[in-house]
């Protein structure tokens, strides 16, 4: 039995169970002050079917229901963070799970359980299990406490999809939002992934929007970097959309 990932672009990306695919934070399309800064490896007409859809907060560049709803199954599941299903109910999804951290979701054989986060906005991240492996999922989040329970709950993580850029917002301060490259180094030496694979880093508003409002800090080379150092034991996998990695047994 083997898992599969493999970026679809930013945080979205496809995890593949033996043959049982879980799209996460899709994004599709872009508008003013959102742009990938990478190729997208899918549209939501050319995905592969889904067993299952999940969503970690109501960001535009995490939760594009508009331009999702352009995929053919909405029975799919779909489960998001608590006070986000209205959105994609509006967008003709029927089969929507709202999660709060520690609920459990169960799909034919997948397991999705969500884990904790914390960002600008209310998220959840997850952990999600089938044909034998465990993967987490980060979506933005920073590097909190909350997330060191997840070890204790899941002790063998095959693979971590990490956030890497540590965003900041001009206006607010600069306040960050996102868990540095550094810091997502120092939260695989807590979770111990076999395998941990950089999200969340291409990335831009525009390069006038990127001078007013954001400040980013962290790349997947300092990425790598940082867990040569921190947690050796993790391989990391610097994956381009379209590129698998496959988690052999
Ligand atoms: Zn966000």
Redesign the pocket.
């Known amino acids: 039995m083997a898992a599969t990932v493999t970026r679809v672009a930013h945080a979205c990306a496809l995890l593949d169970f033996d043959g049982q695919a879980v799209l996460t934070d899709p994004w599709f399309s872009e508008k003013p002050g959102y742009y990938r800064g990478e190729p997208l490896a899918w549209t939501p007409a050319t995905l592969p079917r889904l067993s299952a859809v999940v969503a970690s ?1 109501d ?1 535009y ?2 939760y594009d229901v508009g331009a999702f709803s352009a995929y053919p199954d909405k029975a799919v599941p779909f489960i998001v963070k608590r006070g986000m299903a209205d959105k994609a109910r509006r967008a003709g999804f029927t089969n929507v799970t709202e999660a709060e951290p520690w609920e459990q979701v169960t799909i034919d054989g997948l397991q999705v359980t969500a884990a904790p986060a914390r ?3 209310p ?1 959840i991240t997850f952990v999600i299990q089938g044909a034998g492996k465990t993967i987490f999922f980060g979506a ?1 989040t920073l590097k909190i406490p909350g997330l060191d329970e997840v070890p204790r709950r899941f002790p063998a993580i095959d693979a971590a999809l990490l956030p890497v850029n540590g965003l900041r917002i001009r206006p607010a301060f600069n306040r960050q ?2 868990m540095t490259a550094e810091e997502a180094g120092e939260y695989c030496a807590v979770l111990r992934p076999t395998v941990a694979v950089p999200i969340h880093y291409a990335f831009t508003a525009g390069r006038l929007r990127d001078r007013l409002f954001l400040k980013y800090d962290g790349t997947p080379e300092r990425f790598q970097r940082a867990v040569a150092r921190q947690a050796p034991g993790t391989q990391v996998r610097v994956l381009a959309p379209g590129e698998p990695l496959t988690l052999g047994d």
Do not use: A, I, L, P
Request: aromatic residues 0%.
């Open positions: 907060h960001h560049d995490h960002h600008g906005v998220e933005d939002v996102v």
